[in-house]
Structure formats: structure tokens, C-alpha cells
């Protein structure tokens, strides 16, 4: 008897689609309600971000991704262009509850870092709380420092929200990708569906 293939088919892709920022969207404000009871005015944020990207985005130094696990969204990222010179900006990465655990978030990182490298940035910033603790593991991983961190009441709760900073030129360019891949745009990874991965929700990034 053949022996079946479990293994989750999961795509990294451009975020170029019909349907693609409405789901970002959507997705950021189900997955934040359930996890953290966070309320709308997270959705508004995220909303205005992908509003913002899709009103005038540089393609060729901003981008956006979507990860698909067996066809369907289960994930994304963008990187923006920052408020300084050669610095860009990661955010909105987002994982749903279904494809966690499949290396869907390091993944993605690793998309985002190596078309930052590509693009010419010298630095990566991102904006997260300190709640989402996965997350931080793969900023961590993927050699991002933390730089402050900040009280704020936002999204109906208390939090303290997180500033990470890495510089693209500290370290070789073969670790580009980080933990998990080179990085090349468009890939595919197949894991099995138990593979210790990133496992949780996402920074939105300011």
C-alpha cells in the first residue's frame, strides 16, 4: 500500500491577488479578537496600513506576502519603507491558528529580510507587544535586537508595546533567510504538520 503524504504543502507568495488585503484585514482583526479580545481599533490600524500600501507602494523597495498552506491563506507580511533613509519597515505579519507550528512566520520573515537585502536597505525596524511572545522568538531568530519598549493602552487593553531593530550588514549575507530558508521569492516548503514552528499571532508594526 503507497504510503500517504501528510506533509503540509505551504507556499510563500506576493501579496498581488484579488481578495489578498481584504483578507489581511480581516484576518488581523478575527485572529486579534480571539486570542487577545483585542476590539476594532486594531482592525482600523491594520486597515489603514494595507490602505496605505495599496494607495502608492514603491514596488521596488515595498512588498507584500501571502503564505497558503494546502491553498489557503494562513498567512503574511510586509515591509514598508521607513521614515529614514535606507531604513525599512516590517510589519503586519500575521499567522492564523490553524498553520501554526509549520514554520509559516520564520518562514515569511525570511521572505521580507531578503528583499529588504535586495532592495538596498541597511536596516530592518519593527513594532510589536511584548504579549505576542512567539513572535518574538522569531524576530530573535531571525537576529533582530530589542531596542526600548513602551506602556500604552491601546485596542481596548494595557500593553507595552516593543521597538527591534536589525542591521542588515552585521552579519554574512548566507544568513539572509534566517533559520529556515534562503529566502528566494515565490517559494514553496513542505513540512510536516507537527514541525516545531513560529506558532502565534503577529506584531502589526507602527
Known amino acids: 500500500?503507497?504510503?500517504?503524504?501528510?506533509?503540509?504543502?505551504?507556499?510563500?507568495?506576493?501579496?498581488?491577488r484579488p481578495g489578498d488585503l481584504g483578507w489581511v484585514v480581516m484576518a488581523h482583526g478575527e485572529v486579534y479578537d480571539e486570542q487577545f479580545g483585542w476590539n476594532t481599533d486594531f482592525e482600523v490600524l491594520v486597515a489603514r496600513i494595507v490602505a496605505d500600501y495599496a494607495a502608492g507602494h514603491d514596488p521596488a523597495r515595498e512588498a507584500g506576502w501571502i503564505a497558503e498552506v494546502d491553498g489557503e491563506r494562513a498567512g503574511c507580511v510586509f515591509l514598508v519603507a521607513g521614515d529614514e533613509p535606507g531604513v525599512a519597515k516590517l510589519r503586519?505579519?500575521?499567522?492564523?491558528?490553524?498553520?501554526?507550528?509549520?514554520?509559516?512566520?520564520?518562514?515569511?520573515?525570511?521572505?521580507?529580510?531578503?528583499?529588504?537585502?535586495?532592495?538596498?536597505?541597511?536596516?530592518v525596524t519593527l513594532w510589536?507587544?511584548?504579549?505576542?511572545?512567539?513572535?518574538?522568538?522569531?524576530?530573535?531568530?531571525?537576529?533582530?535586537?530589542?531596542?526600548?519598549?513602551?506602556?500604552?493602552?491601546?485596542?481596548?487593553?494595557?500593553?507595552?508595546?516593543?521597538?527591534?531593530?536589525?542591521?542588515?550588514?552585521?552579519?554574512?549575507?548566507?544568513?539572509?533567510?534566517?533559520?529556515?530558508?534562503?529566502?528566494?521569492?515565490?517559494?514553496?516548503?513542505?513540512?510536516?504538520?507537527?514541525?516545531?514552528?513560529d506558532g502565534s499571532h503577529r506584531s502589526v508594526g507602527r
Open 128 to 197: 510589536t507587544n511584548d504579549v505576542l511572545v512567539a513572535a518574538r522568538r522569531i524576530y530573535q531568530g531571525h537576529g533582530f535586537t530589542l531596542v526600548d519598549e513602551e506602556p500604552h493602552h491601546s485596542f481596548g487593553h494595557d500593553l507595552v508595546g516593543q521597538n527591534w531593530t536589525l542591521d542588515l550588514h552585521a552579519g554574512p549575507a548566507g544568513d539572509a533567510a534566517g533559520p529556515l530558508g534562503d529566502g528566494a521569492r515565490g517559494s514553496t516548503l513542505e513540512v510536516s504538520a507537527g514541525h516545531a514552528g
Open 1 to 16: 500500500m503507497p504510503q500517504q503524504d501528510n506533509r503540509a504543502h505551504v507556499t510563500v507568495r506576493r501579496a498581488d
Open 92 to 123: 503586519i505579519l500575521l499567522v492564523t491558528p490553524a498553520a501554526r507550528g509549520l514554520g509559516v512566520g520564520s518562514r515569511l520573515v525570511g521572505e521580507c529580510l531578503a528583499f529588504a537585502r535586495e532592495a538596498g536597505y541597511r536596516q
